[in-house]
């Protein structure tokens, strides 16, 4: 439901009705929370649309912003222009749990995979919640990922939840966070969607619709700015994989806008999709037909997407409630310095 | 006209009616050939359709092999997914003369261009000839590339003319060579042709159709693989900027195959486009519609690539003439060892 | 000189004695300014350092944030990790003026290239002026090019100078603008400095230290962020290649948070350079040595780019005068409004 | 061992006294080959050094040449330079099994990883040898990994082993396959090494040191080049990873001699790794001092890429042993056709 009802309004451009990525129709994102003794952890599924993912690839890019990260699947997006699994994110170590949930998910529906026709390409995002979680001890499964994959529906929680259970940004509790915007080009509207894993930034930099609103909250020594983002994007409008290549590289000035300079440490991934113009596995004719938005007509996607992430920053901040990290300090809600 | 009539046979591809880029319909090649006292010279273009370049943008990819050159107008291509100027080739001192021309051609033909709408982005792409010719002097000028791009017709030379003019490549004569090939996809037929300007390798070094024909020519002491080669790439069959990237990343198989191993110093720079799904610089929709080959069958484009570049190499050889370079040692031609 | 003297205060981290690029030692800046009939442009050069450029190259690194731009030599820079040339600035259809410039300047002081060495890469960044400036009468020459070489110096203009003179920036007068940081690590104080030349934006947008200026000034109907930005970053921190191409990255963010959300016509660019650690032509050794940061020791540079970059941006509109464009229109400075 | 003995010689460099990979001083590779029913697959690790992998990481680089792969953990490898985990070969739908066995062995060494200091990247490359085995029972293990890990030493076999015994490469037995040269520079000699995971090809396209040796032995119908292949280079160089890059970048060429056009559905990724300049995780120092050859110096490393790689393909054919596939179909030794 992004940020509202405070005193901070982002962007311009009117917000879906959700003001969520579930906005852009067919989108479900579903969710797993770990809640217990040194367990604060999870996973959050994206599904592109309802109906068999890898019969029916989704166009999509990714865009790296900065590669210190562990997620993966990227490169066959790069290579195919597409995406033929759920999206999921979960903690660093967990990737590996994930994969196996996705696969798991995959062959069930596809008996085909890895026998008579060939792999399936799991994307998975992570960011480290090791301060708040003990990653080390593994505790996401192959059930988990595949319980956040059943879970998908249109509605969902932001903050602390999932994937975002153990995260931290701006030295306060991050986590999941999502909005979305409307676009009309001629008669139609089009609807961009955001949804983030934040776990980066420090608190001192924290800026909110440009005031400085850390330098408020932080209390003498600098933090450094480390842990990562990953944002997915998703779109109803007709783009090619340029096109959502073009887009994911506006994510970096939404982020900007949030006061962090891009740490050394930071794995920050940006993944976009449309839901339209959908690729077969298997084509009954050689040649496709698509439809595709003149770039001329992107301007106002690349100012939703700066708005999306900027406010999906802030919504996962204001949603994330009050935690406390494995060494017993506090890790304040956003929405404590709101009241 | 590729190479033909030798014991030579490269791939199993069919080829095109004149074993030439242009066997691809609405493609042209023009040149101007500078030949006098320290000057062996040129200017090659190539013109992807017959209308207006900068109204009706080609689909188009570059991939850069090794990137020791000086070509420019990558960098809008790579974003945009387009061209929308002549190609123009020349030696490395000379590509300001060369954009020059273009943007004159350009701007005559679209009064609109930096008045009423932006600029516009020439693609120039070079070698170093300066063994043979005196590149220091600087004797290409707007003029040339004018009158080369005038000049643009479906017959055109091979070897030392052109751009290819004080080309040398594998201790040979090099210049400009050119090949085609046929696919078949269901029931109709693409064309994929190349056209090239070599200037790269150590003669020891060079591979006929996988015979060291190099080793059986070269004496003694070894050259070291310097120069650089353009490769330029058409097909009429309908491909995304993204399949079309695909192709350029085989033309590395085609170069290998002649021997070298990509030198240090060398420029090598791959460039396609598809005369199919023209984008207009004035759309009347703000969504347009195209048909695209599913990835599926672009298999034997990858090798109709590979071939028409190893094809190419040796042809700009055996078309190349002996020369006098500007020290006073003969640059041979491929031919005068295959008689 | 940046921006100083006004209520806003652009980041926190401590400013070079000038607050311009020129701050990291050895860098040099020289401008011509062209001003006359349909005649607003002209030429901008970053010599890197006092000594002979070719012979001793820097470690350097280039970024494209959106590329539609016809800027030339990124290519070689990339894969060679080193610029060898000055780094010019002027307008798109002056670029070829530009690199006859460097040419010029380069074999003169180098009589081997291009005779008994290779070539060289001239590095020539552009922005399209031609609002302002009548672009299509291509008004810069190599001598332009040579004399703004020619006034290098510690000293310079910012504002509606150099290449910036034409330029338009968030509906305002744009240009020239450039700031510098300092960062220390351990007992060793380096200098980050930037210098931009600044084409982009939509007047409503504009945003300064988090101030919705434009909102403020900006009259009814939108206007599309378009044109361009070109980012020049120096350093005297011994930087890898790799690792300047990581502070490359964080330009973007400076840039977001002037308020664009990097238009679709843009051609952002974005070159960073040490002066430590120069390249030789001519090797006397096989072996090289070096001495580079940690990477953990790059975050306090990250801030800097982000920071220098934002600055840069406004002290450009600061700095350039009120002019009028070709059609009459009067393109305001950001001064008038700060009286 | 590379192919000896037989009427075939790669190149004119000369090899190492193994002419394996592990001639470069320091690498190691150990094998968990798992053979039963419908199970033919395994794990192959590479250790780039004998020392703390986390501690002390070697400077690396990646190269994708087609990314229709699951390979995973190249992202931080490009934006940081280094690799500090071992390098896991597997089946594709492993890759989870290999990433936690890899981090089981990592953490145990490093009990501060995920606790008092950031994460760690594992590094899986992966091909699909679902034609021999069922690669949807998952059959690889975190144990099979960590069993390879410990297996690491100097000798090691080729052929239908470890991560490749399921392959098939060129309508042959393929698997892991290895070879080296040495490079003198002025005095010193220095190592390059290449261990490949050869699942690519089709049979009619096989060419061996020129040779069309796929033609005499391929039956009518012609398959489909499938399949993909993973590259592993090593050196004992001093380059930097810009350096190793274009190191990798070459690789290419020796596939494509061995008659591939790289196929659709290939995952063919580079990776490599020099180990001087090691990088510590916990630097005593800010700057850290180095040793780099001149780029003017690469020139014979390149070759000796190309050299390596495309002895290794022919040698994992003539090592693997004739097997039969889960359809019943013989898929025979190279070594068949050469007695």
């Not at 062959?107 to 960011?127: A, K």
């Not at 080009?185 to 609807?191: K, M, P, Q, S």
């Amino acid at each position: 439901m992004g940020v509202s009802g405070n005193r901070w309004n982002f962007g311009v451009l009117p917000k879906g009705s959700r003001n969520l990525i579930t906005d852009v129709p067919g989108v479900r994102v579903g969710q797993v929370t770990l809640s217990g003794e040194q367990m604060e952890t999870g996973v959050t599924a994206i599904l592109p649309h309802e109906g068999n993912l890898f019969r029916s690839k989704v166009p999509a890019a990714v865009h790296v912003i900065n590669g210190f990260g562990k997620s993966t699947g990227m490169m066959q997006v790069q290579e195919m222009g597409n995406i033929e699994s759920p999206i999921l994110m979960t903690n660093t170590f967990s990737v590996s749990a994930a994969i196996d949930g996705a696969l798991t998910w995959l062959m069930e529906r596809n008996p085909e995979i890895g026998d008579t026709t060939g792999t399936v390409n799991p994307l998975v995002m992570e960011c480290n919640d090791g301060t708040i979680n003990h990653i080390r001890m593994r505790h996401v499964t192959e059930e988990h990922a595949l319980q956040a994959i059943a879970n998908a529906a249109e509605d969902f929680e932001e903050g602390a939840v999932g994937a975002g259970r153990g995260m931290r940004c701006y030295g306060l509790k991050g986590g999941i966070g999502s909005a979305s915007r409307l676009v009309t080009v001629g008669e139609e509207t089009y609807t961009v969607g955001a949804l983030l894993l934040t776990n980066f930034g420090a608190k001192a930099d924290l800026m909110i619709c440009g005031e400085p609103f850390g330098k408020q909250i932080a209390s003498g020594e600098r933090e450094i700015d480390k842990g990562s983002v990953i944002v997915i994007l998703a779109t109803d409008a007709p783009m090619t994989c340029r096109q959502l290549g073009r887009c994911t590289r506006r994510a970096q000035n939404g982020l900007a806008r949030t006061g962090s300079h891009t740490g050394n440490g930071s794995g920050e991934v940006v993944v976009m999709f449309s839901t339209q113009n959908q690729i077969p596995h298997f084509p009954e004719e050689a040649v496709l037909e698509g439809k595709f938005l003149h770039d001329d007509k992107l301007e106002q996607f690349f100012k939703a997407v700066t708005e999306c992430v900027e406010e999906s920053v802030i919504s996962s901040l204001i949603h994330a409630e009050t935690m406390v990290d494995r060494r017993g300090n506090t890790v304040h809600s956003l929405s404590e310095y709101l009241k």
